[in-house]
């Protein structure tokens, strides 16, 4: 009998098994593979301060189910310590889609050149937490492809959007793995 609590403890700790350090490094959220197929986009939300501080990161990736196009997110969470890893898919959260289609609305900011037309009104300084966006298939309006990448704090509509996003992301996060 006591067999089988130690192997439902052995299991659970097995899955709850942290990933590498580095992988709350935002050059390793842009890049983490999902099998052969490569990330499409990115986003990441660094928080706190001192022993406070934090990182919640998703990296996204296209991929399909036979026919069907598959909407795949890798998140990760660190704070102090080693970070952690769990996964959904457009299949089992329908949030994940409403998010894609609400990132694809999102107003970009615009450049100011210092010294050169308008200028910018005064605001509060970027100061606060910090709000990254990369896509690797951003298009210009007449269709030619770009890759962006994007820094937001506080207040910013890229703060807003991922704010929101992890919220309603919350209840569809797994440990397993998506299979395609």
């Excluded at 996204?60 to 996964?87: F, H, M, N």
């Excluded at 994940?96 to 910018?120: C, F, N, T, Y």
């Excluded at 269709?143 to 890229?158: F, K, T, Y």
């Amino acid at each position: 009998m006591r067999t089988l609590p130690a192997v439902l403890a052995g299991l659970s700790a097995a899955l709850a098994t942290p990933a590498f350090a580095a992988d709350d490094d935002w050059p390793e959220i842009k890049s983490a593979p999902f099998g052969a197929v490569r990330p499409w986009g990115a986003f990441a939300h660094y928080g706190g301060r001192a022993e406070a501080a934090y990182t919640r990161g998703v990296t996204l990736y296209a991929a399909r189910k036979g026919d069907a196009p598959v909407l795949v997110a890798r998140r990760v969470r660190a704070q102090g310590g080693p970070a952690y890893i769990d996964w959904t898919d457009t299949r089992s959260c329908p949030a994940l889609a409403e998010a894609a289609r609400r990132l694809e609305r999102l107003q970009m900011p615009g450049l100011d050149v210092p010294g050169i037309g308008k200028s910018a009104p005064a605001g509060p300084a970027a100061d606060g937490d910090s709000y990254l966006l990369w896509a690797d298939q951003a298009r210009w309006r007449n269709g030619r492809s770009a890759s962006i990448e994007v820094r937001g704090s506080d207040g910013s509509a890229l703060a807003d959007w991922m704010q929101d996003t992890f919220a309603r992301l919350d209840g569809c996060w797994r440990l397993e793995r998506p299979s395609l």
